[in-house]
């Protein structure tokens, strides 16, 4: 029997194209099993090192741990950090980096506010869910989200402390230079004037890599406060306190969120503590010391802690750094779950409308209209005790 020639055309198509059939049939299942794109930019190196590091280390710990329990939505999580260098052109070069050639399907951090701030314009542009791990403030920008309350509902609330908890009725202002210091300010220079009989008798800058405050703090000394706020970082803080300690200050000082870490105890610890320093941070800094059974030591610190010490050691303690790390992954873990999909439009929407997860740091649930992880301060007041942070109880 003869084959007319189309059907002769038609068989060798068809072989032709089973190998092309087969081979794509093989393809699906390798894409389904490439791991998922993550990228992080945090200051591992510079003057914001002592931030970025500990946040890296949280990721890592994090990650690692979830990969071993068979990844995300059945696929594995593959990080690709970068190092600002402390350096917010670095951070925009960093960011693009990872969304061009890394292809990342979302990104988190950075270490300092300067740098979230100038990655924001870039990671809109791209269309990639940025899941910021510092206290900025921003309009509502539809790719970005805040881990915490941000700089302005923090430093509200920290005013409001400090008149109506300590009785602040002159206070003198030191901050520092940068994004951070300068949004505290600008909270408490516009709220102020909401107290009565409250006044600010002495403002002052400093930067963060001055080695001497001395000009600053006589200033303030004449203007006979009765507290002193001090907004900046833990590095700062200590030479705060030692030109303090050098003038014979005994002014009451209360200082933000970020100075209570390990190099400032260090340092000024004892300074501190005999002065009677009020700090407000995140419960991470005086977890230990509430009790057992608390919820939030039992069922997220001590967790997270015993995972931190597999990973790195018995000598590894829990900072507020790390909580920043590890809030700002599990948030963008608990998008991918929520959304099935690695697609950066679904991890946006899982976002907005799905996450709500309670960290380290603070609870995260955001609105169409509202990018900020929490609605409410999440610091709460410490100070400094047997050379330890531990909670303040108006002592």
């Known amino acids: 029997m003869r084959l007319s020639a189309g059907i002769v055309m038609k068989v060798a198509l068809l072989v032709c194209l089973v190998p092309f059939f087969l081979l794509m049939a093989a393809a699906q299942p390798l894409r389904a099993t490439e791991p998922i794109r993550i990228g992080a930019v945090f200051s591992i190196t510079g003057p914001a090192g002592f931030i970025g590091t500990p946040e890296r280390d949280a990721v890592v710990a994090v990650v690692d741990d979830v990969n071993r329990k068979g990844g995300v939505v059945g696929r594995q999580v593959e990080l690709y950090f970068e190092d600002d260098v402390s350096n917010p052109t670095n951070a925009v070069i960093a960011a693009t980096k990872l969304i061009r050639d890394r292809k990342v399907s979302a990104i988190i951090g950075p270490s300092i506010n300067d740098s979230g701030m100038a990655m924001i314009p870039v990671c809109e542009q791209e269309q990639v869910p940025f899941v910021v791990t510092g206290p900025i403030l921003t309009p509502l920008k539809k790719w970005i989200f805040i881990v915490g309350a941000g700089d302005f509902v923090e430093a509200s609330n920290f005013l409001t402390f400090t008149v109506r908890t300590l009785g602040a009725k ?30 600010l008798v002495a403002q002052e800058k400093l930067d963060v890599t001055d080695t001497n405050m001395i000009p600053q703090l006589t200033n303030i000394k004449a203007a006979k406060p009765d507290l002193i706020i001090l907004w900046t970082n833990g590095p700062p803080a200590a030479v705060v306190a030692k030109n303090y300690k050098q003038l014979g200050m005994t002014t009451q000082v209360a200082g933000s969120p970020g100075i209570a870490v390990p190099e400032f105890m260090k340092i000024s610890g004892s300074i501190a ?119 303040y109880e108006g002592q």
């Open 170 to 199: 002159r206070i003198a202002l030191l901050h520092d230079t940068r994004n951070y210091g300068s949004m505290g300010a600008k909270v408490i220079n516009q709220e102020v004037g909401q107290y009565p009989g409250v006044e």
């Open 273 to 391: 503590e005999e002065s009677r320093w009020i700090l407000k941070d995140l419960k991470t800094a005086i977890a230990q010391k509430l009790p057992p059974d608390d919820p939030y030591r039992k069922n997220i610190y001590e967790p997270f802690r015993k995972l931190l010490k597999e990973r790195y050691g018995e000598s590894k303690e829990v900072l507020m750094f790390h909580g920043l790390g590890h809030d700002g992954i599990q948030i963008v873990l608990e998008a991918l779950r929520a959304a099935g999909s690695d697609g950066r439009l679904a991890i946006r929407e899982a976002l907005e409308k799905t996450v709500r997860y309670t960290g380290l740091i603070a609870p995260f649930a955001c609105s169409a209209d509202y990018h900020m992880g929490s609605r409410t301060a999440i610091t709460v007041p410490i100070v400094v005790k047997n050379g330890e942070y531990v909670p």
